[in-house]
Every structure is written in structure tokens, then in C-alpha cells.
């Protein structure tokens, strides 16, 4: 619990409190319908996908840019941060997220804000093959943030910022006409609420999980293993402090710093 008392943990969630506030009022927002027809899906894919990179740019260093909780569980499946900042990222990205569509819903026109980009399954879309996509949607894009924001790398090349946002916006390009391109159950779960329609609201949350989760143990286990041991992913899960580690490396359950470059 010594993560209480430390200010960088709660610089960190209200980052990921803000972030998401502005991922999901931006977000959905360029998804709102101003003119008839269906939203153009190159420019709502766009808009996630730079309003991401944006954010990585500015609050990476500060709480590593999850900006959904489907990340924040692919790095505790990985052991790279504690129990207690995961939960705690989960709940201010949550917030975070119904705060920004509340405050799109209370700027927009009636007659603009509809359903406010809710995710739908399209007509035809089974629940399952909306699930299968929704976890292969996230799979990549886990994939992409593992290796982009892995440390261990020498010579990265190339912006973090915008490696993130150019595969959040290749899950968009595919996956808006299966499913409207969730990949994030905070920007899922925010209209959601607001327009108090839950319909398949699970898949949501079932695919993204299940995708963020396979791609930590992918990348963590097999692609490029992460050598630690059973005791040193315990102490991390559970946050223990720095001087509490008998001499072993320092375990804090801090995020991995990003070194991004200037976009």
C-alpha cells in the first residue's frame, strides 16, 4: 500500500483519468453524425488513432498512456505493474471515459449526438464473430504497445507515439464494419451508459480482455520472454516497496518509462 502515499502514483492516475477524458471526447466525437449517412471510417479511424498518439506523446512518461483498461490488464498479465495501480488505473480510465462523453453529450445538438457512437455489432455479425474480431482487434494492438514500449530494445526506431496510433487505426480501418472497432472498454462503456443501452454490451469487455491478455502472454513468454522468476513477479503484483526487497532489483510496480521521440 506504501504506492498510496507516493505522489508519482497519483500523478499517474489522474493521467490516466484525463487521457482517456480527452481519447473518448475526441474520439467519439469525430464519430458523431453531422450530415446523413454513416460516418466516413477512414475519418473516425484517424481520429482515435491520432488522438492516442497525442496522448502517448503527453502523459507516456508520466502513467505509460494505457487509456484502457484492456492494456492496463495485458501489462498485469505480464507482471509489470502492481495489483493495486492496475485497479486503480481501471477505475480513472473508467471515469475518465464517462466524463468526456458527458461532456461531448452536453456540447452536442440533439438532433447530432443520436446514440453517441455507441458500438453496435453489425446486421449479420454473430456474437461470437463479433468477439473473435474484437479479439484479434486488440491482439495486434497489444502487440504493437508491448514491443514499442519495451525497454529492452536497442536502437528503437521511429515515434512510440505513433506506432501506437497507426495500429489503433488499423484495428479501426477493419474492425468499424464487423463491430464498430471497440478495442477499448472504456470508450465502449461510456455512450453505454449515457444512453443506457447495454445491448451485447459484453463483447465489449470479453474480446478486448481476452485479446490484451493473449497478447501479453505472446509477447511476454514467447516472442521475447521476459527472465524473471516466480518470486519477482509476485513481489511486483503485489507492489512491494523498493527497500523491502532484500537486495534484489528494485520492484515498484511503476510503469516502464517511455522514451518517445518528438513526433
Not at 5 to 13: G, P
Not at 79 to 107: D, E, H, K, N, T
Not at 128 to 137: D, K, M, N, S, W
Amino acid at each position: 500500500m506504501w504506492e498510496l502515499r507516493s505522489a508519482s502514483f497519483w500523478r499517474a492516475i489522474f493521467a490516466e483519468f484525463f487521457a482517456t477524458l480527452f481519447y473518448v471526447f475526441f474520439g467519439l466525437g469525430a464519430s458523431l453524425r453531422w450530415a446523413p449517412g454513416p460516418p466516413h471510417v477512414l475519418q473516425v479511424a484517424l481520429a482515435f488513432g491520432l488522438a492516442l498518439a497525442t496522448l502517448v506523446q503527453a502523459v507516456g512518461h508520466i502513467s505509460g498512456a494505457h487509456v484502457n483498461p484492456a492494456v492496463t490488464f495485458a501489462f498485469l498479465v505480464g507482471s509489470q505493474m502492481s495489483l493495486l495501480r492496475a485497479l486503480c488505473y481501471m477505475v480513472a480510465q473508467l471515469l475518465g471515459a464517462v466524463a468526456g462523453a458527458a461532456v461531448l453529450y452536453s456540447v452536442t445538438p440533439a438532433a447530432v449526438r443520436g446514440s453517441l457512437a455507441l458500438n453496435t455489432l453489425h446486421p449479420g455479425v454473430s456474437v461470437g464473430q463479433a468477439t473473435i474480431v474484437e479479439i484479434f482487434l486488440t491482439l495486434q494492438f497489444v502487440l504493437c504497445i508491448f514491443a514499442t514500449y519495451d525497454e529492452r530494445r536497442n536502437g528503437r526506431m521511429g515515434s512510440v507515439a505513433l506506432a501506437v496510433g497507426f495500429s489503433l487505426t488499423l484495428g479501426h480501418l477493419f474492425g468499424m464494419y464487423y463491430t464498430g472497432a471497440g478495442m477499448n472498454p472504456a470508450r465502449s462503456f461510456a455512450p453505454a451508459i449515457l444512453t443506457r443501452n447495454f445491448t451485447n454490451h459484453w463483447v465489449y469487455w470479453v474480446g478486448p480482455v481476452i485479446g490484451a491478455g493473449l497478447g501479453s502472454l505472446l509477447y511476454d513468454f514467447l516472442l521475447f520472454p521476459r527472465l524473471k522468476s516466480v518470486s519477482e513477479r509476485l513481489s511486483i503484483l503485489k507492489g512491494t516497496r523498493p527497500s523491502e526487497s532484500n537486495g534484489q532489483p528494485e520492484v515498484t510496480g511503476e510503469p516502464v518509462e517511455l522514451k518517445t521521440q518528438a513526433l
